[in-house]
């Protein structure tokens, strides 16, 4: 694999109040560590023995603690999901997971939706 960059839209950071709710077979909630127009990763608690499955047909909500914009029903794909590198933090057998995902083709309420979202959250 070369280390050529492949993504289309620049990384926004977030703030530690910048969450995605995924909504597959069931909803996995967690902060977002950055988004762009094309997609986000985020992290979240799981299990560290239990298998991740990857859905198709997945859509994920995007809010804000404490208020503000709530973007509903983005639809997305899981790109890649892995432990996370926390220095062997660990709950009671939960680790933390980065799962990325890749938005679907967006109409243009849904790319504005996104495109507000990234203005409020980003960090830089």
Not at 9 to 24: E, Y
Not at 86 to 94: E, N, P, R
Not at 108 to 117: H, K, L, N, R, T
């Amino acid at each position: 694999m070369s280390g050529k960059e492949r993504r289309r839209h620049r990384r926004h950071k977030t703030p530690d109040s910048c969450f995605a709710a995924l909504r597959a077979e069931s909803t996995t909630v967690g902060r977002i560590r950055d988004i762009s127009k094309g997609g986000l990763s985020f992290e979240y608690l799981e299990d560290v023995d239990a298998p991740v499955p990857w859905h198709g047909g997945e859509s994920v909500d995007l809010f804000m603690a404490g208020g503000g914009l709530f973007v509903r029903q983005i639809p997305c794909q899981t790109v890649r999901d892995n432990l996370a590198a926390h220095d062997g933090l660990t709950f009671s057998g939960l680790g933390v997971r980065r799962r990325g995902l890749q938005f679907e083709e967006l109409n243009e309420q849904a790319s504005g939706e996104v495109e507000a979202y990234i203005a409020l959250c980003s960090r830089d």
